[in-house]
């Protein structure tokens, strides 16, 4: 009972910020709700001792007050938003003062920056504007300009499937509700930005530039994504043939290439005291989330790291379940605009959510697969985390790749040996070209091979389907059919564990 209602309770917040997110009544309906969640729990309390009631109804204030507490939350986020518009701005040519605060996002094109608008006008901060500007001159984050042109607001569109998607939503999780195309920009002064961020973004800069003197194109781009989550384009094609085989999730950094990083890290300060180590190693869990961006797979995946280094320090065995629905509550409740309007995050939770209720029954299933060289692990993850985002992905993109699973086991299994030989590529070019020559022969050999297998398959004829219609009752259906087998396979395993 005791972990049901914790499930339960953050699932209901997260329900209540879902409901508020397409339906906003407003922050007096929030309140009005909190009311009667206390009258609900009166009339429990004065029941209770005259009526048998079950669990569930005994939990069901706590439910009703978290849900309550979800629609708060997200009507105080949607209140916020609505003190950055400049809806007397919109739509005119203005000339405005801002500050880059994010890395570049170099695209095949043009380049992508978010810039906050310094606060000329009354009662307005923090009005971010996404300006998309040639490649040339660069501009670095914390750098200050000046950039005139015709201030529009964003349009949804809809997608080659024919799909609307809703990017003024989607910007406006990161309180972005204009943008520029190609303004003329002037450079006024550097260093605006984070001091930290700034340093970390130096150092990912610089880290890249050294491999690029050895690992040529697109190779050094899907390495970048790889490692540190630099923000550049292989191309609309690759990417167009990652998506194809189900592959896009690793052009950009991962939650599975965060796991890696972060047993790495750990791996190398073992030798230390426990506690010494165990902070060292948050603390550059947590540096290397901020140099890579902080995206909602990022900051999951950090934040379940950092539990699991917790448990360990303390001598509690993790639970990976309840560190991810933590995980997932925090960052609702620091941004509940990614709940419905960020498939990163959607994307991540549910991949998450796979291998840990599903990978370990694939497991078991998959014995004849060789454990060698992480086989059948790789096996059991990725069929576990391609089942349960694949209704995810059939609302939102309305496509399936059949080959997916087949070639995520082709590169999957090679990725972290990958990201081992390309980060000494990088370590050692520091040194001398010559050192890291061998190293780097390595990495391109690898990274090849992935690009190889990505571009034979996304050639084949007919390796997606097209679903054309794929409505929200019918996904929300099949995960509800995918929990309740679940829990009649975890119920039924407790029964035979309990008779042996």
Request: net charge neutral.
């Given at each position: 009972?005791?972990?049901?209602?914790?499930?339960?309770?953050?699932?209901?917040?997260?329900?209540?910020?879902?409901?508020?997110?397409?339906?906003?009544?407003?922050?007096?309906?929030?309140?009005?709700?909190?009311?009667?969640?206390?009258?609900?729990?009166?009339?429990?309390?004065?029941?209770?001792?005259?009526?048998?009631?079950?669990?569930?109804?005994?939990?069901?204030?706590?439910?009703?007050?978290?849900?309550?507490?979800?629609?708060?939350?997200?009507?105080?986020?949607?209140?916020?938003?609505?003190?950055?518009?400049?809806?007397?701005?919109?739509?005119?040519?203005?000339?405005?003062?801002?500050?880059?605060?994010?890395?570049?996002?170099?695209?095949?094109?043009?380049?992508?920056?978010?810039?906050?608008?310094?606060?000329?006008?009354?009662?307005?901060?923090?009005?971010?504007?996404?300006?998309?500007?040639?490649?040339?001159?660069?501009?670095?984050?914390?750098?200050?300009?000046?950039?005139?042109?015709?201030?529009?607001?964003?349009?949804?569109?809809?997608?080659?499937?024919?799909?609307?998607?809703?990017?003024?939503?989607?910007?406006?999780?990161?309180?972005?509700?204009?943008?520029?195309?190609?303004?003329?920009?002037?450079?006024?002064?550097?260093?605006?930005?984070?001091?930290?961020?700034?340093?970390?973004?130096?150092?990912?800069?610089?880290?890249?530039?050294?491999?690029?003197?050895?690992?040529?194109?697109?190779?050094?781009?899907?390495?970048?994504?790889?490692?540190?989550?630099?923000?550049?384009?292989?191309?609309?094609?690759?990417?167009?043939?990652?998506?194809?085989?189900?592959?896009?999730?690793?052009?950009?950094?991962?939650?599975?290439?965060?796991?890696?990083?972060?047993?790495?890290?750990?791996?190398?300060?073992?030798?230390?005291?426990?506690?010494?180590?165990?902070?060292?190693?948050?603390?550059?869990?947590?540096?290397?989330?901020?140099?890579?961006?902080?995206?909602?797979?990022?900051?999951?995946?950090?934040?379940?790291?950092?539990?699991?280094?917790?448990?360990?320090?303390?001598?509690?065995?993790?639970?990976?379940?309840?560190?991810?629905?933590?995980?997932?509550?925090?960052?609702?409740?620091?941004?509940p605009q990614i709940v419905v309007f960020d498939p990163s995050f959607q994307l991540s939770f549910m991949a998450t959510l796979g291998l840990i209720f599903l990978s370990p029954?694939?497991?078991?299933?998959?014995?004849?697969?060789?454990?060698?060289?992480?086989?059948?692990?790789?096996?059991?993850?990725?069929?576990?985390?391609?089942?349960?985002?694949?209704?995810?992905?059939?609302?939102?993109?309305?496509?399936?790749?059949?080959?997916?699973?087949?070639?995520?086991?082709?590169?999957?299994?090679?990725?972290?040996?990958?990201?081992?030989?390309?980060?000494?590529?990088?370590?050692?070019?520091?040194?001398?070209?010559?050192?890291?020559?061998?190293?780097?022969?390595?990495?391109?050999?690898?990274?090849?091979?992935?690009?190889?297998?990505?571009?034979?398959?996304?050639?084949?004829?007919?390796?997606?389907?097209?679903v054309r219609f794929f409505p929200f009752y019918l996904m929300v259906a099949i995960y509800g059919v995918y929990f309740l087998l679940l829990r009649i396979y975890i119920k039924?395993?407790?029964?035979?564990?309990?008779?042996?």
């Open positions: 009972m005791k972990h049901s209602s914790f499930y339960l309770s953050i699932l209901s917040f997260i329900a209540g910020v879902s409901f508020c997110s397409v339906v906003d009544l407003g922050f007096s309906f929030g309140i009005l709700w909190l009311f009667l969640v206390v009258v609900l729990w009166l009339i429990v309390r004065l029941f209770a001792k005259q009526t048998c009631f079950n669990k569930f109804v005994l939990l069901l204030p706590l439910l009703v007050l978290f849900f309550g507490l979800g629609l708060l939350r997200c009507s105080l986020s949607n209140y916020a938003q609505a003190t950055y518009l400049l809806e007397n701005l919109a739509n005119s040519e203005q000339s405005l003062i801002g500050v880059v605060i994010d890395e570049p996002d170099e695209r095949e094109n043009n380049t992508k920056l978010i810039v906050e608008v310094e606060n000329n006008f009354d009662k307005v901060s923090q009005v971010r504007v996404l300006l998309t500007v040639p490649h040339y001159p660069q501009f670095e984050y914390g750098d200050e300009i000046s950039f005139s042109g015709s201030l529009e607001k964003p349009e949804n569109f809809s997608t080659e499937n024919g799909r609307e998607f809703d990017y003024i939503r989607y910007l406006a999780k990161d309180r972005i509700f204009y943008q520029m195309f190609y303004p003329k920009v002037e450079l006024l002064s550097q260093g605006k930005g984070n001091f930290v961020k700034e340093k970390l973004f130096a150092i990912k800069k610089s880290f890249l530039e050294e491999v690029k003197q050895i690992i040529p194109e697109p190779e050094v781009s899907l390495l970048g994504g790889l490692l540190i989550g630099t923000k550049q384009s292989l191309g609309q094609k690759l990417q167009d043939d990652f998506r194809k085989v189900g592959l896009i999730h690793i052009v950009v950094l991962s939650g599975y290439n965060v796991t890696i990083i972060a047993e790495f890290i750990m791996g190398m300060l073992s030798f230390l005291p426990k506690v010494i180590g165990t902070g060292l190693g948050a603390l550059s869990i947590i540096l290397f989330a901020i140099m890579v961006g902080g995206s909602a797979t990022i900051v999951r995946a950090s934040i379940m790291a950092l539990l699991v280094l917790l448990a360990r320090v303390t001598g509690r065995v993790s639970d990976m379940t309840r560190a991810l629905f933590l995980a997932g509550f925090v960052m609702v409740l620091h941004n029954k694939i497991n078991e299933i998959f014995k004849f697969v060789p454990i060698k060289f992480y086989l059948r692990e790789t096996v059991s993850a990725t069929i576990s985390t391609q089942i349960f985002v694949l209704p995810l992905l059939l609302y939102m993109m309305g496509e399936l790749s059949v080959v997916a699973v087949f070639v995520n086991l082709l590169v999957l299994m090679f990725i972290p040996l990958t990201m081992l030989f390309g980060f000494l590529t990088g370590v050692f070019s520091y040194l001398s070209v010559w050192v890291a020559l061998p190293f780097s022969y390595v990495t391109y050999f690898l990274l090849t091979y992935e690009l190889k297998v990505v571009e034979l398959f996304a050639g084949l004829p007919f390796v997606t389907v097209k039924k395993s407790e029964e035979i564990k309990i008779l042996e």
